[in-house]
């Protein structure tokens, strides 16, 4: 089985710094990434996600991640945050050519942008 | 398209006392997955049902159970609750169709409180 590990639990930061959260995965095929993002008293919503082709994808709001397979990594990353980026990011990995039962997430990382 | 949608919202229970909580997934979508959200654990995977069978279960005890209707809607049973299973319960579904066959889309969740 696979497992999801996202190293930072709580990120602060200034408006206009940079963002990058990590994400690992352990797994020995090939996988189906994804960053979702809750809002406060919102549902889950998706960012990016990655099946095939280039390892840098582009999402919602400016955010981008790079699947570099050699590290089992999917980083998150946005060049300037806002205020409106606090949230609760997620990072889940799915087996590739298995279905959305088998998918792992990671534990989460509560992102907080002071104005 | 109407996006994921669950009721309750909001519950309040006391422990020994069941709950049935309600997911219509998007239309057109089969699977229906079911999931728990602490703050401590992040999300946990309960089940999954497509065209009305389990086909994936999570770790949880028997207390917790599912189904999926004929129209791809599903319910979930919590029996004999206790005081850790207050929790936001989020439903997603897929539609097990094309490229991004296995990409879930969440609904608001049931946040559900045992006293």
């Known amino acids: 089985a696979q497992s999801v590990s996202q190293h930072n639990h709580h990120v602060i930061l200034s408006e206009a710094a940079s963002l990058e959260l990590g994400c690992n995965y352990s797994y020995g095929g090939t996988v189906n990434l994804f960053w979702y993002v809750q809002y406060p008293g919102q549902h889950l919503q998706l960012l990016l996600k990655?099946?095939?082709?280039?390892?840098l994808v582009k999402g919602i709001k400016g955010f981008e991640a790079e699947f570099i397979k050699s590290k089992f990594s999917f980083n998150l990353r946005k060049p300037s945050v806002q205020w409106s980026d606090t949230a609760e990011y997620f990072c889940a990995v799915i087996p590739r050519g298995t279905n959305a039962g088998k998918s792992t997430f990671g534990d989460g990382t509560t992102l907080t942008v002071k104005p | 398209k109407a996006g994921v949608t669950q009721t309750p919202r909001y519950l309040i229970k006391t422990r020994g006392q069941q709950v049935t909580l309600s997911c219509s997934p998007i239309?057109?979508?089969?699977?229906v997955s079911w999931y728990q959200q602490t703050p401590g654990q992040g999300l946990q995977f309960l089940f999954e049902?497509?065209?009305?069978?389990?086909?994936n279960k999570g770790n949880f005890p028997g207390r917790f159970s599912g189904r999926q209707f004929s129209n791809s809607r599903s319910e979930m049973n919590v029996s004999t609750l206790e005081l850790g299973d207050s929790a936001l319960y989020l439903c997603?579904?897929?539609?097990?169709?094309?490229?991004?066959?296995?990409?879930?889309?969440f609904g608001p969740g049931t946040r559900l409180t045992v006293l």
């Open positions: 997603a579904s897929s539609s097990n169709r094309g490229v991004s066959y296995n990409e879930q889309f």
């Open positions: 239309s057109g979508h089969r699977s």
């Open positions: 990655y099946f095939s082709g280039d390892p």
């Open positions: 049902y497509f065209s009305e069978t389990q086909r």
